[in-house]
């Protein structure tokens, strides 16, 4: 059973525009969650996170938005640009263990320029 | 500041023959330790984590396994790898307390044949 889901597998956006990425959860216990970038053959990169108490957090042209009801995250990226495009992973976290991260399969972001 | 090194890059390897891939950590001391596993199409798929040396604790029941021993060193291994083991192999560290991200190495992609 997928704790954290991605249902979109690619998204296309034009340059410029805001990139909408979205992410459900199903566990209630989660209590962090991250966004993570990922280029082909390398590691992802830590990009934003959130805390549960929190319903939005930003950082220059990303804001994470946090749906705790509807066990919903997203992510914004604004403007869009062309370096953007990879493989964007959610990923949660069960509060203060030392479990990994539960992350979904992401969606592949591509910038149309 | 902290860095992750795993190696090797890119490992191609015959069915039935060992395996060990190894990640260390600089920068930082008794950090939580962890091996992923991208498959194709799939998301990151958490196989081992150690919190200390000695200490694995595995998510899936495979045919790899995991050891630490020293305290910023992880190691994944197999005595007869599989095809199925073929996949993007990642290491990752977190701080030790609290809600954290993790920080993920470069990556092996390893094919079996």
């Known amino acids: 059973d997928q704790q954290v889901k991605q249902n979109s597998p690619s998204l296309s956006v034009q340059e410029g525009r805001i990139s909408i990425l979205n992410c459900d959860y199903t566990?209630?216990?989660?209590?962090?969650f991250l966004w993570y970038k990922k280029y082909p053959a390398e590691g992802p990169t830590f990009l934003i996170s959130?805390?549960?108490?929190?319903d939005k957090n930003e950082d220059g042209r990303f804001t994470v938005f946090l749906n705790k009801s509807a066990k919903h995250l997203s992510l914004h990226i604004v403007p869009s640009q062309p370096g953007d495009s990879a493989v964007y992973f959610c990923a949660a976290n069960l509060g203060g263990g030392a479990d990994g991260l539960t992350f979904g399969k992401g969606t592949h972001l591509i910038i149309q320029p | 500041s902290q860095t992750i090194h795993q190696w090797p890059a890119t490992l191609v390897q015959p069915v039935g023959s060992p395996l060990s891939l190894e990640c260390t950590v600089e920068g930082t001391s008794n950090p939580n330790l962890y091996w992923y596993r991208q498959a194709a199409g799939r998301g990151l798929q958490l196989l081992f984590y150690?919190?200390?040396?000695?200490?694995i604790s595995s998510e899936v029941p495979q045919n790899l396994s995991a050891s630490r021993p020293q305290d910023r060193q992880f190691i994944l291994s197999s005595k007869k790898l599989l095809l199925s083991d073929s996949g993007f192999y990642l290491c990752?560290?977190?701080?030790?307390?609290?809600?954290?991200?993790?920080?993920f190495g470069q990556g092996t992609r390893l094919t079996v044949v």
């Open positions: 959130i805390s549960s108490i929190k």
């Open positions: 566990n209630s216990m989660f209590d962090y």
């Open positions: 990752a560290w977190r701080d030790g307390t609290g809600d954290t991200e993790a920080f």
């Open positions: 150690s919190v200390g040396i000695g200490q």
